[in-house]
């Protein structure tokens, strides 16, 4: 079982950075596969960002070159979010596979464990 506590969202304006962070309460680093969703009102969740037990990283098309998924040698996760858009505002959630290996598609269905989101509000 693992917990997650994912924080750091804030209102911010266009252009801005931000960056959210996900603890989980075992050692996680090269053990699971970890990733961070959102979800905007009426929106389906999307996988944004994830990374496997190997350190491959994967995003969607939407944040590449903006966004950045960071991992510390033992239990947290993180999101570095620079040049945001309105369009990026959502709720962020955390999340861990109880495995180590990441699936080519973010698939929010295959993923056990979920922080209690953190939300994001980027202005024009």
């Known amino acids: 079982q693992i917990t997650l506590a994912d924080f750091g969202g804030g209102s911010v304006q266009a252009g801005g950075s931000l960056r959210l962070s996900c603890r989980a309460s075992?050692?996680?680093?090269?053990?699971?596969?970890m990733a961070w969703f959102r979800q905007a009102p009426g929106k389906e969740r999307e996988g944004v960002a994830e990374?496997?037990?190997?350190?491959?990283i994967r995003y969607v098309d939407s944040v590449k070159g903006r966004f950045t998924i960071l991992q510390d040698n033992d239990r947290t996760v993180y999101l570095q979010m620079n040049t945001l858009k309105p369009e990026d505002t959502a709720m962020y959630y955390c999340?861990?596979?109880?495995?180590?290996?990441?699936?080519?598609?973010?698939?929010?269905?295959?993923?056990?464990?979920w922080g209690q989101g953190t939300q994001v509000t980027v202005s024009s």
């Open positions: 999340a861990a596979r109880n495995i180590r290996v990441c699936n080519t598609e973010m698939f929010a269905g295959d993923f056990q464990y």
């Open positions: 075992v050692f996680t680093f090269t053990r699971n596969c």
């Open positions: 990374v496997d037990g190997d350190g491959r």
